[in-house]
């Protein structure tokens, strides 16, 4: 099975950021792909495929990695892209307590790789991918969402619930 370790903010911070990515120009575009609100994630670990019965070990991993870490305090604030073209994908940063994000991220990966699990090694980028707009949305809209990105800033919410997915 397809696996990775993901915290899913709260109710309340999807439904401010879905507000605001309705008013992007993005959002009306033809065959621009939005993020499903409930789909909505911060990826710590990408496993990839992982056979069934290394299932508990990945659990074990993650439950470890959880008891050791607190809880940081995050909010979605700002966004950019990456890639080009065909490629783009607009995102939502992450702020708040992200050295405390970051020390969770890396004690999962750290605990997958010594159960001898299989673990992205792609530096970790805390950010909520919302959009796939492509090469369809011109240049201009796609700079108008960017900075209509650069002034959000979402409620302050506890990073307490890891979820392998």
């Not at 397809?2 to 990515?21: G, H, K, M, Q, S």
């Not at 990408?46 to 069934?52: C, H, R």
């Not at 919302?130 to 800033?153: H, N």
Request: contains cysteine.
């Amino acid at each position: 099975m397809r696996l990775f370790a993901a915290i899913y903010p709260p109710a309340v911070a999807v439904a401010d950021l879905t507000a605001r990515i309705k008013g992007l120009r993005v959002a009306s575009a033809r065959h621009a792909r939005l993020a499903d609100p409930a789909n909505l994630h911060l990826t710590l670990a990408f496993l990839g495929e992982v056979p069934d019965v290394r299932l508990p070990d990945v659990e074990s991993a993650l439950a470890s990695a959880a008891r050791s870490a607190r809880s940081p305090r995050l909010r979605l604030a700002g966004g950019g892209s990456f890639g080009q073209g065909r490629s783009t994908v607009l995102w939502v940063d992450v702020r708040g307590e992200v050295e405390a994000l970051d020390a969770l991220a890396r004690s999962i990966r750290g605990g997958l790789r010594g159960a001898g699990l299989p673990c992205d090694d792609k530096p970790f980028r805390p950010h909520l991918t919302i959009a796939r707009p492509g090469d369809r949305v011109p240049e201009a809209d796609l700079r108008a969402d960017l900075a209509t990105l650069d002034e959000y800033a979402g409620p302050e919410w506890p990073a307490d619930r890891l979820t392998l997915v």
